[in-house]
């Protein structure tokens, strides 16, 4: 993972354990009848927005990554083309190869030879 996304990674994390450690106090504190209840249900949904974003920030920050450094999942098929047409002279290149050292390596038997023990 790059350097940018892991640190917004890192962050969201942090983020949202915050916020659900918060809505748990919330919880407790309305259960407890306390008067700090209504500002913690306030805070958390504030922090839940703020958690929201910064698991937005951790999907765009990997767009952008993606997008500025050319890493693409899957093959275009201009790729795959490509790699079709130097694969196929590759193999001409070594058939040309075979055919200049007289068609066959040494010690190394066709397959007509196997019943010929």
């Known amino acids: 993972m790059p350097d940018a996304v892991r640190t917004a ?3 969201a994390v942090i983020i949202m354990s915050l916020t659900i450690i918060q ?3 919330a919880f407790l504190c309305t259960l407890a ?3 700090l209840a209504f500002p913690m249900v306030l805070s958390g949904v504030a922090s839940t927005v703020v958690a929201t974003w910064a698991v937005l920030d951790v ?3 990997r767009q952008v990554w993606n997008q500025r450094h050319g890493v693409v999942s ?3 098929s201009t790729a795959r083309q490509m790699r079709r047409e130097r694969r ?3 193999r001409a290149a070594r058939a040309a190869g075979r055919d200049e ?3 066959r390596v040494r010690g190394r038997r066709s397959a007509g030879d196997l019943s010929r023990a």
Do not use: D, F, M
């Open 9 to 11: 990674a890192v962050r």
């Open 23 to 25: 809505a748990v106090i």
């Open 33 to 35: 009848g306390s008067w």
């Open 59 to 61: 999907w765009v920050t």
């Open 74 to 76: 899957e093959p275009s």
């Open 88 to 90: 196929q002279a590759q």
């Open 101 to 103: 050292a007289g068609g």
